[in-house]
């Protein structure tokens, strides 16, 4: 249930369709002669608000305080046991209608998993991710990216797919079950930088003590997260982005499923997040 209400929520929430909404709400308003003043008001004000937060860097601000919650990993010299890869990066119905891999702008995900591979020949690799929309479910995304390593020669024997999680708590849980780690062993979570901490503290509460290795950054930090956007469409995709991303946050911690709002390094939660 909190799946399928998390969606159809969101979908409402999300800055750019809310703000969208907004304006044709007063656009509509202003047919009406009685209400024509206070919906021009309505539609200019979000007209305006809409630029503003496309273009200005304020969707930077919000997500630059995820992105730089866990510093970049740094091979230390002790060995790398696993190494999990949380879905997220590959369009698996696009994947499966084209009949070849098709990744988002999360590509970086599988991207270093394979350099991880490679790194860490003795590795196991666990891909977490399954199907499921709110209307039924789709194309489990795990499968897909198992068949790639496969086709670039990564040893099947090394990877254990995991297809049944739609959340990130679920990605958790059935990785743990799936991957059973011994208390003396150590797994790299990949997944996107403003991911991480939500990532963490669901690892960690599930009982899975993990190294985070972030990426996908998508802020750059030091002076250049104050440069404006080129396009409108631009600042409000890193708006979802963020905005989503916080209210995961809330939402998880608010439900037990996190022990912190905000976890970090030293995550409480069943363990240490670095170890």
Do not use: C
């Not at 047919?31 to 200005?56: C, D, E, P, Y």
């Amino acid at each position: 249930m909190f799946y399928y209400v998390s969606k159809v929520v969101w979908f409402f929430a999300t800055p750019s369709n809310l703000l969208i909404s907004l304006i044709l709400l007063g656009l509509i308003l202003a047919l009406f002669k009685r209400l024509r003043n206070a919906g021009i008001a309505l539609a200019l004000v979000f007209s305006l608000a809409t630029l503003a937060l496309g273009l200005l860097p304020i969707a930077s601000y919000i997500l630059l305080p995820l992105e730089e919650r866990f510093p970049p990993f740094r091979d230390d010299g002790r060995p790398v046991h696993g190494i999990i890869l949380l879905g997220g990066a590959v369009e698996a119905s696009d994947s499966v209608s084209r009949g070849s891999i098709v990744a988002n702008e999360s590509a970086e995900r599988v991207l270093d998993t394979i350099l991880l591979a490679h790194r860490y020949p003795d590795a196991r690799i666990l891909i977490s991710g399954g199907g499921g929309t709110v209307f039924g479910d789709g194309a489990a995304e795990a499968p897909i990216i198992a068949d790639y390593f496969k086709a670039i020669g990564i040893d099947p024997a090394r990877i254990l797919v995991e297809d049944r999680s739609r959340t990130t708590a679920e990605n958790a849980t059935y990785s743990r079950e799936l991957a059973t780690p011994r208390e003396d062993e150590r797994w790299l979570l990949v997944t996107s930088a403003w991911h991480m901490p939500r990532a963490v503290g669901v690892f960690a509460k599930a009982g899975f003590a993990v190294t985070p290795y972030p990426v996908d950054f998508r802020t750059a930090g030091g002076t250049r997260t104050h440069r404006p956007f080129a396009f409108v469409s631009e600042g409000l995709r890193r708006l979802d982005i963020a905005t989503k991303e916080w209210a995961g946050l809330i939402a998880y911690y608010a439900t037990g499923r996190t022990s912190r709002l905000l976890p970090g390094p030293q995550a409480p939660e069943g363990g240490s997040a670095n170890r």
